[in-house]
């Protein structure tokens, strides 16, 4: 195993070796030049994450489950995007799922040695029942996360595909898993500190990942969320302006359609476009497997138009 010192992600930077001793400005300046690189360290591999979200698409399309596990920062970056997706794409709470090394509690306080405990990654996977049409996400900015490599070995064993996500070149991890998406961003800031770039660098990456793979999901229309769960004031006027915005509705149409549609901005949308009932507007949709476009042009087809 590789020792920390000879990671990428643990080496000092070179332009940082008197940090302590810069003004505000000048820190903040570096800190903007170093985040700058990111994007370019990430783009290098989007092959990898494009083949990801390929296999995540296939898995819910049968009704698996996106899952991540890290520890540490990684981890609660997991956390983060699984909580996100039910309000933003209206899916179930069990679509995506993140599991960070010492429980949720971890996610405010760190946990001290969660994440040597290999054997614990296997196990926490085994509790959410893991199987093998679900995908796997490994996240570790070192790339050598015990509990991590241990929950990566329990999902091929079962037949889970799998994919880890790491900021340092031929990790361990990334031996564990189908496809390893591997960013190098360099030397952090502050030597050792992988809640910087790395942690950003991870974060785009899973930005990436459920948002196209909801995109090919059929969760969203031209570039508006269009199934986000309507539960407060703000959302509905959301709604309101994304049926304004989709088919050009008067702000009185919109709120119409959105209450005849049931708060439904999918359907409301498909109603407006081709003067259709909520039940034949939703039947359209589900012939279409949710899909607007293909709802609207199947209805319009329909009627000859």
Same mark, same amino acid.
């Given at each position: 195993?590789?020792?920390?010192?000879?990671?990428?992600?643990?080496?000092?930077?070179?332009?940082t070796?008197? &940090?302590?001793?810069?003004?505000?400005?000048?820190?903040?300046?570096?800190?903007?030049?170093?985040?700058?690189?990111?994007?370019?360290?990430?783009?290098? %591999?989007?092959p *990898? =994450? *494009?083949?990801?979200?390929a296999?995540?698409?296939?898995?819910?399309?049968? !009704?698996? @489950?996106?899952?991540?596990?890290?520890? $540490?920062?990684?981890? @609660? &970056? $997991?956390?983060?995007?699984?909580s996100?997706?039910?309000?933003?794409? $209206?899916?179930?709470?069990?679509?995506?799922?993140?599991?960070?090394?010492?429980?949720?509690?971890?996610?405010?306080?760190?946990? *001290?040695g969660?994440?040597?405990?290999?054997?614990?990654?296997a &196990?926490?996977?085994?509790?959410?029942?893991?199987?093998?049409?679900? =995908?796997?996400? !490994?996240?570790?900015?070192?790339?050598?996360?015990?509990?991590?490599?241990?929950?990566?070995?329990?999902?091929?064993q079962?037949?889970?595909?799998?994919?880890?996500?790491?900021?340092?070149?031929?990790?361990?991890?990334?031996?564990?898993a189908?496809?390893a998406?591997?960013?190098?961003?360099?030397?952090?800031?502050?030597? $050792?500190?992988?809640?910087?770039?790395?942690a950003?660098?991870?974060?785009? =990456?899973?930005?990436?990942l459920?948002?196209?793979?909801?995109?090919?999901?059929?969760?969203?229309?031209?570039?508006?969320?269009?199934?986000?769960?309507?539960? +407060?004031?703000?959302?509905q006027?959301? %709604?309101?302006n =994304?049926?304004?915005?989709?088919?050009?509705? #008067?702000?009185?149409?919109?709120?119409?359609?959105?209450?005849?549609?049931? +708060?439904?901005?999918? #359907? %409301?949308?498909?109603?407006?476009?081709?003067?259709?009932?909520?039940?034949?507007?939703?039947?359209?949709?589900? *012939?279409? +497997?949710?899909?607007?476009?293909?709802?609207?042009?199947?209805?319009?087809?329909?009627?000859?138009?």
């Amino acid at each position: 195993m590789d020792t920390l010192q000879h990671l990428v992600t643990e080496q000092r930077n070179e332009r940082t070796l008197d &940090l302590s001793e810069l003004s505000i400005k000048e820190i903040i300046h570096i800190m903007n030049d170093e985040d700058g690189k990111v994007a370019e360290a990430v783009r290098q %591999a989007l092959p *990898e =994450i *494009e083949a990801v979200i390929a296999r995540i698409v296939q898995a819910l399309e049968q !009704g698996g @489950r996106l899952v991540y596990i890290g520890a $540490g920062t990684s981890g @609660r &970056l $997991g956390v983060l995007d699984a909580s996100e997706i039910p309000p933003t794409f $209206g899916v179930d709470p069990q679509t995506v799922e993140a599991l960070i090394a010492g429980g949720e509690g971890a996610f405010v306080t760190a946990v *001290e040695g969660a994440e040597d405990d290999e054997h614990q990654g296997a &196990l926490d996977l085994e509790s959410r029942q893991l199987n093998a049409k679900d =995908i796997l996400v !490994g996240l570790a900015a070192s790339g050598r996360t015990p509990y991590v490599k241990g929950a990566l070995q329990y999902a091929r064993q079962i037949g889970a595909f799998t994919a880890a996500v790491a900021c340092n070149r031929n990790s361990i991890l990334g031996k564990y898993a189908d496809i390893a998406i591997e960013v190098e961003v360099g030397p952090e800031v502050l030597t $050792g500190s992988t809640r910087l770039k790395a942690a950003t660098a991870q974060k785009m =990456i899973l930005n990436m990942l459920t948002t196209t793979a909801m995109i090919k999901r059929g969760k969203v229309y031209q570039n508006l969320m269009i199934d986000l769960h309507v539960s +407060n004031q703000k959302l509905q006027e959301r %709604a309101r302006n =994304i049926l304004m915005q989709a088919t050009g509705a #008067t702000a009185e149409e919109a709120e119409r359609k959105l209450l005849d549609a049931g +708060n439904h901005v999918k #359907t %409301a949308i498909v109603m407006i476009e081709t003067g259709l009932s909520k039940p034949e507007a939703s039947r359209y949709l589900e *012939e279409a +497997n949710g899909f607007v476009t293909k709802a609207i042009a199947g209805a319009r087809s329909a009627q000859g138009r």
